[in-house]
């Protein structure tokens, strides 16, 4: 198991992944759009992705944001996405994309990570194990419709 961040040049191999993902939270499927995104994110910067690759094969992406927190001002990443394609799960690499992602604010001192998902993923008892606890500080969201 490899986890690299990625690249332009692992553009082919994020973007059925990140189609799943996508797929997995009830959108619709679409790799011409997955692939404006991505391109973007890492033309711009605007996000760190990991992925892990498997004998060479990718099998599973995080994506982190950067935030900041004013109150104690200090950088922190949002993790907002994570997706381990299905014939590979329960075999550690979500657990490793998370580890590698908590070894990244550490080794830029940042103040912490935040998890963004859905109030029904089975993935919040990994979250747990691993030490993220609930913030109860967090219930508001204004949505532009």
């Known amino acids: 198991m490899t986890i690299i ?3 332009l040049q ?6 059925p992944l990140f189609d799943g993902y996508r797929v ?3 959108q619709t499927s679409n790799l011409n759009a997955t692939k404006q995104f991505l391109t973007e ?3 711009n ?12 094969i990718a099998v599973g992406f995080t994506q ?4 900041w927190s004013s109150v104690s001002m200090q950088p922190m990443y949002l993790l907002n996405d994570l997706f381990v394609d299905t014939n590979y799960r329960t075999k550690g690499i979500g657990e490793a994309l998370i580890n590698r992602c908590k070894q990244l604010c550490k080794d830029e001192n940042n103040k912490g990570l935040a998890i963004q998902t859905a109030f029904d993923n089975p993935a919040q008892n990994l979250y747990k194990r691993l ?5 109860i500080d967090l219930h508001f969201f204004w949505m532009n419709e």
């Open 45 to 56: 910067g605007d996000s760190v992705i990991y992925m892990m690759y498997v004998n060479d």
């Open 10 to 15: 692992h553009l082919d191999d994020l973007i």
């Open 24 to 26: 997995f939270y009830k």
């Open 131 to 135: 030490g993220f606890k609930k913030d």
């Open 64 to 67: 982190l944001y950067p935030l």
């Open 5 to 7: 961040k990625a690249t």
């Open 41 to 43: 994110r890492l033309q």
